[in-house]
């Protein structure tokens, strides 16, 4: 049966399962959720994800929401693609645990000054690009030592950034990228992968 990733393109909580589904090459089928009218908050969505958020993922029986955990999930079952790029580093514990560790950082230092400044009002958006700010240089300090965030290989922990940085580099504060030598360096490497064929945030 074929993978059903219920969401829409630019959310960028989608736009990481599917950039995932792309890096294993898996084929899938995008069910197109009418957000717009709060389908995502009332059945029959709600017996994907009950807490109405978007995507949830339906792989025969299996049903997954929440993005991250949908991408640890694929990677996991499918370790044995054509495709066989270990997004987790599996193939050692010191690397899987660093995988980690940059996973967490993105979720928890990463995505919320991030997002904030993607969605808030302006005096929200100088205390969280400061936020972010510290985060990026902890970034620019790793990546001076390693190519990517778990080391010198692409994983999980990178591509996690994808969805928000492309639409913060388009943005007016994109130099808080681009002046940070490795952190350019590492989204230039990062965002040339599977992004321009998604073309999931082409305008």
Not at 18 to 42: F, I, M, R, T, W
Not at 118 to 126: A, G, P, R, Y
Not at 164 to 175: A, E, P, T
């Amino acid at each position: 049966m074929v993978i059903k990733v219920h969401g829409i393109p630019l959310s960028t909580c989608t736009a990481r399962v599917l950039l995932c589904l792309c890096e294993k090459g898996l084929q899938y089928k995008l069910v197109p959720v009418d957000v717009e009218n709060s389908a995502h908050k009332k059945p029959p969505y709600l017996s994907l994800n009950p807490f109405g958020q978007i995507p949830a993922l339906e792989d025969g029986h299996v049903k997954i929401f929440e993005s991250r955990a949908i991408c640890k999930y694929l990677v996991r079952k499918y370790n044995e693609t054509r495709i066989t790029i270990d997004l987790l580093g599996s193939s050692s514990l010191t690397d899987s645990t660093l995988v980690d560790t940059w996973m967490e950082v993105e979720s928890h230092q990463f995505n919320p000054p991030t997002q904030a400044c993607t969605h808030s009002l302006n005096k929200i958006i100088e205390i969280e690009l400061r936020n972010l700010a510290k985060v990026l240089d902890v970034y620019e300090e790793r990546l001076s030592e390693y190519k990517y965030l778990g080391g010198d290989f692409y994983s999980m922990a990178d591509l996690h950034h994808i969805p928000y940085l492309v639409y913060f580099i388009r943005s007016s504060k994109s130099s808080f990228v681009t002046s940070r030598p490795c952190v350019n360096a590492w989204w230039n490497d990062i965002s040339s992968r599977p992004l321009h064929r998604l073309k999931l945030w082409n305008s």
